[in-house]
């Protein structure tokens, strides 16, 4: 064994046993990485298509408009105008006009009312395509922003 491994060995070891060692070094100590933090790096905020390029599948913090997506109640007809239902389901506008679908189920009612066509902030994993690996023919994947949470208007 090379030296320097043994002791990180058996530090570990003891520490697993829920032992201590004198000759243990501080996990928390700065090291090569720089200075160890108690809190997690907080989540980048995207708010164009470029910015979500570089984030998929990781937890985010979208910025755009909140905007309801209404459904077609049944296949359009030549020369009808196709009818249009809301179903409760929301997407994120941002700057660049991409749309973010969030979640893939309906929102709740109050939170629908309380910010549609806001300017908002959302939390949440981007998945830039939740039915991937779907045998069943399908639209054009939606980016999604999977377990959205905290959504709060933007600046408060």
Known sequence: MRAGVAPVLASLLLTGCGLSSPAAPDARADGPAGPATDSPQPPAVCATRDDLAAHWGQTVVLAGTYRKQESLKRMPRPG???????????????????RVALGRTPRPADEIE???????????????????????ARPAPVP????????ALAGS
Request: glycine fraction near 8%; charged fraction near 30%.
């Open 144 to 151: 999604t922003l999977m377990d959205p949470a905290e959504v």
């Open 80 to 98: 009808v105008e196709p009818e249009l239902v809301f179903l409760g389901y929301v997407s994120l506008e941002l700057s660049d006009g991409t």
């Open 114 to 136: 309380a910010f549609t066509d806001r300017e908002v902030r959302v939390r949440g994993r981007l998945d830039p395509d939740p039915d991937a690996g779907s045998p069943e």
